[in-house]
Nanobody, 113 residues
Framework: EPLVESGGGLVQPGGSLRLSCFAS????????MGWWRQAPGKQREPVAE??????NYADSVKDRFSISRDRTKPVWYLQMDRLKPEDTAVYYC?????????WGWGTQVTVSS
């Protein structure tokens, strides 16, 4: 798989985590860099994406999560602050380059006391 996530884990409510996504073997521009999540029994949903110079966020994470990219490497991040139990899910990174969509295997984020 060309996308590898890291940084998930168990955190208490109010805590923080930073997820990373590395796109291996990418040559050229990545046009979309994003994060999605899937909670048990729910559909996968978008969390945050960078398209060009624009960042978009789901309403449920605005002002708590921040997506960013490394300018020198094919890596992007999701900084998650003030985490809530409802943020518990498997988080997937999504990338699009040369018109093809790629997904990572996912990393588990659990918010619990």
């Amino acid at each position: 798989e060309p996308l590898v996530e890291s940084g998930g884990g168990l955190v208490q409510p109010g805590g923080s985590l930073r997820l990373s996504c590395f796109a291996s073997g990418v040559i050229g521009d990545i046009t979309v860099m994003g994060w999605w999540r899937q909670a048990p029994g729910k559909q996968r949903e978008p969390v945050a994406e960078i398209i060009g110079f624009t960042s978009n966020y789901a309403d449920s994470v605005k002002d708590r999560f921040s997506i960013s990219r490394d300018r020198t490497k094919p890596v992007w991040y999701l900084q998650m602050d003030r985490l809530k139990p409802e943020d518990t899910a498997v988080y997937y990174c999504r990338g699009v380059w040369f018109g093809t969509e790629y997904w990572g295997w996912g990393t588990q984020v659990t918010v619990s006391s």
